[in-house]
């Protein structure tokens, strides 16, 4: 029995340190959004999606906004980018325990990937990405027809709609679609 419970704790250790390691490199923790905030950003997906692309979930974390769209979006493919070792994992097997066929996670950073051009792009990252993901839309003259953001916005696009959610942090979730067409050029 020592053995099992030393090696479960040395386990938990190992899986504690990655996270660190992967927040330090990062700049932030893998955080999930919450089940209010999922709805939300989906019915604002649902809302204005245009385009038969995939919907591109960046900092895909622990796969919860992932999952959730590839259940509300069957007929789309789905994509998910995540750094962290130990949150990937458990999106890869919540994957394949719930039977999501439409959905794909890469352990890969979305800033150095060849983003496909998407139908939308879902974030929940820290005001230094929101910069970076700017910086690489328009470096890289993407086509984006729709981003919608948790919490952070994009530092110099102003969001075509902002929504509260009615939470004690009034979070808000940033939307482009019209703003970030002409984004490209004018960046």
């Known amino acids: 029995m020592l053995f ?5 704790i040395l386990i938990a250790i190992l899986a504690t340190l990655s996270i660190v390691r992967s927040t330090h490199k990062v700049g932030i923790s893998p955080v999930p959004s919450t089940r209010r905030a999922r709805q939300v950003i989906l019915a604002a997906v649902a809302d204005r999606i245009t385009g038969d692309g995939p919907i591109v979930d960046l900092g895909s974390g622990w796969g919860h906004l ?12 789905i994509i998910g980018y ?7 994992c458990v999106s890869i097997l919540l994957k394949k325990i719930l039977g999501r066929h439409n959905l794909v996670f890469y ?3 979305y800033l150095k990937a060849d983003l496909p051009g998407a ?14 993901l700017e910086e690489k839309l ?10 919608v953001s948790n919490t952070f916005a994009l530092p110099r696009v102003a969001p075509d709609e902002l929504i509260r ?3 004690i942090y009034r979070t808000p979730i940033y939307i482009y679609h019209k703003s970030i067409a002409s984004m490209t050029q004018s960046l």
């Open 165 to 167: 959610l009615k939470d």
């Open 138 to 147: 328009a470096r890289e003259k993407k086509q984006v027809r729709l981003i």
């Open 119 to 132: 139908a939308a792009f879902l974030c929940y990252l820290f005001p230094g990405g929101m910069q970076a």
């Open 66 to 77: 992932a999952l959730a769209a590839a259940r509300r979006f069957p007929e789309r493919r």
């Open 82 to 88: 995540e750094l962290s070792p130990i949150p990937w």
């Open 4 to 8: 099992v419970e030393i090696t479960a």
């Open 107 to 109: 352990r890969r950073d």
